[in-house]
């Protein structure tokens, strides 16, 4: 139901969060047992405070990269209402400068492979969640990855390097997001340049293109 009627407090709240980008919304539930404080907020009105409970939970499903670790006061069972920062502190825990630290020697080691193996890194799983914290290296991971590649060349190998049109196809096929085609045109952007006219207007067009799909 929209709206709570009765003077016992409900059982439960049920709020969902829609992204622009998720064909369906992130539902968050929130019993009124796991959160209900003696506080009088929660005495007076606690159809209203157990919502902005399950409010946050839908949020932080829904944009898990921005809101994950903060946590309101009322779920905190706080009778502040700012949203802090809980995440672990233990001892001999991992510290973020140090979860930092090793995935650059990650991000160096994966742009020393090439420009295929650092696209796929980046693309993994493990580098989603600190992508905006690691986006300053971008440029210098792009050059270590292009003067890998150049060197594979020189070495003399069988060259079974996919052509630029090939490598670009493949990265915006693979792209979720538009950081990730801004990645691929930075990786590209000198050999961009150095193509005829045609082949750029065309990479170019893909590239815009994709960039506007990932942006609806």
Request: with cysteine; glycine share 6%; proline share 6%.
């Amino acid at each position: 139901m929209d709206v709570w009627l009765h003077k016992e407090p409900p059982f439960a709240a049920r709020v969902g969060a829609l992204r622009s980008d998720f064909a369906e919304p992130c539902w968050g539930v929130a019993k009124f047992s796991s959160y209900r404080q003696n506080t009088p907020p929660w005495g007076n009105m606690p159809d209203l405070m157990v919502a902005k409970c399950a409010e946050a939970l839908a949020l932080r499903r829904a944009f898990p990269q921005e809101l994950s670790g903060l946590y309101t006061g009322d779920e905190m069972e706080q009778a502040d209402r700012e949203a802090r920062d809980v995440t672990p502190r233990l001892s001999g825990a991992v510290q973020p400068d140090n979860v930092l630290a090793a995935l650059r020697a990650k991000g160096d080691q994966a742009a020393g492979d090439g420009a295929e193996a650092f696209r796929k890194w980046w693309n993994s799983r493990e580098i989603k969640p600190r992508r905006d914290d690691l986006r300053e290296h971008i440029t210098d991971w792009s050059a270590m990855a292009t003067k890998a590649d150049a060197d594979k060349l020189e070495d003399g190998g069988e060259d079974s390097t996919p052509t630029l049109a090939e490598t670009i196809a493949q990265g915006l096929a693979s792209a979720t997001a538009v950081g990730d085609v801004d990645l691929l045109f930075n990786e590209h952007a000198v050999a961009l340049k150095e193509i005829p006219h045609d082949e750029w207007v065309a990479l170019q067009a893909a590239i815009d293109a994709r960039r506007e799909e990932l942006t609806k």
